[in-house]
Nanobody, 125 residues
C-alpha cells in the first residue's frame, strides 16, 4: 500500500503561476514507476474534471482544453513525484486539485483507484 500527498496550492493573483506536486509514499519495495498519475480538479458541487496525465514512460496527455498551453505535467522517478506547472492562472482555475493513480492514463475519474487529499488553488485579485 502507498498513499499520495498533494502540495503547492495557494492563493495567487490572476496571471500568476503555481507548481503543484503529487508525492507518493509507501514501503521500500513500492514501485512508483508502474503507475500513471493524473491531475483532476473539482469545484464544490461539480464532478472532478480531468486536467492531465503522465504515464509510466513519462508520456504526457492533456485533457482540459481550458488549460492547454498553460500547464505542463512532469514526473521524477527518483523522488517519486509528479508536478503540474500552471501558468497564466485565471479565476476560473480556482478549485481543489487532486492527483490519482492507475495503470495507464484515462480521463474517467472512476478509473483511478487511489487519490490524495487534494490541494486548494485560489486565483483571485
Amino acid at each position: 500500500q502507498f498513499w499520495l500527498v498533494e502540495s503547492g496550492g495557494d492563493l495567487v493573483q490572476p496571471g500568476g503561476s503555481l507548481r503543484l506536486s503529487c508525492a507518493a509514499s509507501g514501503p521500500r519495495n513500492f514501485t512508483w514507476d508502474y503507475y500513471a498519475v493524473a491531475w483532476f480538479r473539482q469545484v464544490p458541487g461539480n464532478e472532478r474534471e480531468p486536467i492531465s496525465c503522465i504515464d509510466t514512460r513519462a508520456v504526457e496527455t492533456y485533457y482540459a482544453d481550458s488549460m492547454k498551453g498553460r500547464i505542463t505535467i512532469s514526473r521524477d522517478f527518483v523522488r517519486k513525484t509528479v508536478s503540474l506547472q500552471m501558468d497564466a492562472l485565471k479565476p476560473e482555475d480556482t478549485a481543489i486539485y487532486f492527483c490519482g493513480v492507475r495503470d495507464d492514463c484515462m480521463r474517467e475519474e472512476w478509473a483511478y483507484y487511489l487519490w490524495g487529499q487534494g490541494t486548494q488553488v485560489t486565483v483571485s485579485a
